[in-house]
């Protein structure tokens, strides 16, 4: 432009072009372009938030599964712990009824023993 106008005496140091128009196509083109990375980053971070869903579901019925085992096992631990203890009971409980029966045939012996003894006299 500065050749063209430089015959009149006029130097052109910058200047500004208002109410640009272009083509639809080419608008479309160039938002396409303008927007693919943010769809391509979009897409990616939304691939990293499902992943670590997942992973966070994985874990935690890792986790769901690892308690119940637990559970389980204190739960058995305690029903083997009341049968051992259930056990001790019933051979004192047996131990004592004997002891109580042996007692008690030894004093209706010794009853017998003096009874006997004071018709005998």
């Known amino acids: ?4 106008l430089e015959t009149f005496g006029v130097k052109i140091h910058h ?3 208002r109410k640009v128009r272009i083509p639809q196509d080419m608008a479309a ?17 939304q ?19 690892e308690c119940e085992n637990a559970k389980m096992a204190q739960e058995e631990t305690q029903g083997t712990s009341l049968a051992q ?5 019933r051979q004192v409980e047996a131990t004592t009824t004997k002891e109580l029966n042996l007692k008690a045939a030894e004093r ?7 009874k006997v003894k004071s018709e005998l006299e």
């Open 15 to 17: 200047f500004t072009v």
């Open 108 to 114: 209706e012996a010794e009853v017998t023993d003096v």
């Open 29 to 45: 083109d160039f938002e396409e372009k303008t927007l693919y990375e943010s769809k391509t980053l979009e897409k990616q971070m």
């Open 47 to 65: 691939q990293e938030r499902d992943r670590l869903h997942l992973d966070q579901s994985e874990a935690k019925m890792k986790l769901e599964e």
């Open 85 to 89: 203890l259930v056990k001790e009971v």
């Open 1 to 4: 432009m500065n050749a063209k």
